[in-house]
């Protein structure tokens, strides 16, 4: 049986409504993945993420290798039982450190020779340490090792990473997993639309259960983001999940659902959250701002989240102005809502026929926080 099926299509675009099926339940899809890289989706609990319709969060390789280490995760029973939940997770696969900690490592054919960002210590991270890493963590979806090439790059050095990249998945492909974890690949090529379909063609032939558009998000203009899609997406079967890491704002989660893609992971709604933004349509307002500091209305009175319906600007300001913690696990829980809220409604303006109205919605706000 496919891991992934098709429920509904999207006549105008390329956009669908699917379900991907995982050992530990459906996952209904255009999907947002909250991001937990150490083992937690930052500041809230498993319970919050439950009562705001996550259905899945990520984990990072590289980081839970290092802290608290695989002896200790599997020694709780994996990471599952370590950190008290029950749904998927999906394990990157330390791919993205060799590009974000590249003054701290040394790439070789094999793997990568890096020196922990923590105390310095030498340790080396390849396709067959990292597949031995998410075995060992039991997460149920499984990243191939691959490298995020930075952006920008020549054309030759995108080749050279892809040709690299088609290596090291090779050898994620070889390695054992456990029964029922699933193994996506990565499709790699920076900004040049023949390489992001050489790519997909090479890492599609490898035959994973999903498919991964990796090496955006790292600084390219939002145009160029948008072409890799356009020039990888196609080439990935219809009958596997497509992947965009690392993406995005609401309006490029619209555009890429339009380009057919499945699944969305970004750290925005957590990271601008602790830092008082909020999200509201297609932008953001800065709570900590002067002007709030006697505004009693929610944050967004369309909002049902907990902070909405129970807080105002005025009083999360003065939380964050005495340092006090609920502010930042307020904004976050908006942040979180919004995201995989969005996501809902993209399901079901696609189940309904509606989703050239969503997306055209989606512009209009984006034209109108642009002027």
Same mark, same amino acid.
């Given at each position: 049986m496919s891991i992934f099926t098709c429920l509904a299509r999207d006549p105008a675009s390329a956009a669908?409504?699917?379900?991907i099926h995982t050992r530990r339940g459906d996952i209904q899809t255009p999907v947002f993945m909250p991001v937990g890289t150490r083992g937690s989706v930052k500041a809230v609990s498993p319970r919050e993420l439950d009562e705001l319709g996550a259905q899945i969060i990520l984990g990072n390789t590289y980081h839970l290798f290092l802290r608290p280490g695989c002896g200790i995760i599997e020694a709780a029973g994996g990471l599952h039982r370590f950190i008290s939940y029950d749904k998927p997770i999906l394990t990157?696969?330390?791919g993205f450190q060799v590009f974000s900690l590249a003054k701290l490592r040394k790439v070789t054919p094999d793997g990568v020779k890096f020196a922990s960002h923590i105390d310095g210590s030498r340790f080396f991270l390849g396709?067959?340490?990292? /597949? !031995?890493?998410?075995?060992?963590?039991?997460?149920?979806i499984v /990243? !191939?090792?691959?490298e995020c090439t930075p952006y920008p790059s020549t054309e030759i050095e995108a080749l050279k990473s892809l040709e690299l990249t088609t290596?090291?998945?090779t050898m994620s492909r070889e390695q054992p997993l456990n029964d029922g974890q699933l193994r996506f690949g990565i499709v790699q090529g920076s900004t040049f639309p023949e390489l992001r379909r050489r790519s997909a063609r090479e890492i599609t032939a490898l035959d994973f259960d999903g498919y991964a558009i990796g090496g955006v998000s790292v600084g390219e203009p939002e145009p160029e983001m948008f072409k890799?899609?356009?020039?990888?997406?196609?080439?990935?079967?219809?009958?596997?999940?497509?992947y965009l890491m690392g993406v995005g704002t609401p309006r490029q989660i619209v555009e890429s659902v339009a380009r057919g893609v499945d699944m969305f992971d970004c750290v925005m709604p957590t990271r601008l959250g602790r830092h008082g933004a909020a999200f509201i349509g297609n932008t953001t307002i800065n709570v900590t701002a002067g002007k709030y500091a006697r505004d009693f209305t929610p944050v967004d009175p369309e909002c049902s989240c907990y902070c909405c319906r129970n807080f105002t600007k005025a009083y999360i300001r003065h939380l964050f102005n005495v340092g006090e913690i609920l502010g930042i696990r307020l904004l976050t829980l908006h942040n979180l809502h919004f995201f995989l809220n969005l996501a809902a409604q993209i399901r079901h303006a696609i189940e309904e026929g509606r989703f050239s109205e969503l997306r055209a919605r989606y512009s209009e706000d984006f034209a109108k926080s642009a002027n």
């Open positions: 669908r409504r699917g379900v990157d696969s330390g396709p067959k340490e990292s /597949m !031995a890493i998410q075995r060992s963590l039991d997460s149920d /990243m !191939a090792f691959d290596r090291w998945e890799a899609v356009e020039a990888a997406a196609p080439g990935l079967p219809e009958d596997r999940p497509r």
